[in-house]
């Protein structure tokens, strides 16, 4: 049995794509997970399954979600041993004098073509940085994440695959949910 965490993107965002928790927890039951846990309204779900196949995984719950509630949902899969290595990795917590509430992680559905990926290292919007580490994609945004441009919008623009964000206390909340 392994430990995934699903990252839905855009569900419960200002009155958009509204599923309630419970009813999240009882679609995905049909999809014979165990022990199904939600954080926050946001779409983050830790779960344990036998399927060796995240991208498997995460296609179901986008079809379940589609089918039961009417709309799109990308779904980022990661497993919490992956999560556990991510968030030791964060480049930014390296200096100590960097404030952890301005740091984020965007998740990719896939390895990006390395062309996209070197082409988005020309791109600066300072005081807001990135550091590209496989599918993460680690963001400091010191005047904060509701200011910076580096949204999943313009990353999934540039690397041409689906994303979302999350903040570094839900990153270190989800490994102990």
């Known amino acids: 049995m392994v430990t995934y965490i699903a990252l839905l993107r855009g569900i419960n965002v200002s009155g958009h794509n509204m599923i309630k928790m419970d009813e ?7 999809l ?3 022990g199904i846990r939600t954080y926050i309204q946001s779409g983050n779900i830790v779960f344990g399954s036998n399927s060796d ?3 498997a995984l995460a296609a179901g719950i986008a079809g379940k979600i589609r ?13 919490l041993q992956e999560l556990d290595v991510i968030s030791k990795s964060n480049p930014f917590l390296r200096d100590g004098n960097l404030d952890a509430g301005k740091m984020h992680v965007t998740f990719l559905s896939e390895l990006p073509d ?22 993460e994609i ?10 910076t441009k580096l949204t999943p919008q313009f990353f999934e ?14 990153i270190l909340t989800l490994l102990t949910t």
């Not at 999240?24 to 049909?30: S, T």
């Not at 390395?114 to 599918?135: L, V």
């Not at 623009?157 to 839900?170: A, E, I, Q």
């Open 24 to 30: 999240l927890k009882g679609v995905l039951g049909e």
């Open 32 to 34: 014979d997970f165990t």
């Open 53 to 55: 196949d995240p991208a």
């Open 67 to 79: 089918e039961r509630f009417g709309f799109e949902v990308p779904v980022v899969i990661r497993t």
């Open 114 to 135: 390395p062309g996209r990926t070197e082409k988005i290292m020309e791109y600066n919007f300072p005081p807001d940085e990135f550091a590209i580490n496989g599918k």
């Open 138 to 147: 680690y963001l400091y945004c010191p005047d904060g994440y509701g200011r």
């Open 157 to 170: 623009s540039k690397l041409k695959v689906s994303t979302t964000t999350r903040n570094w206390k839900t």
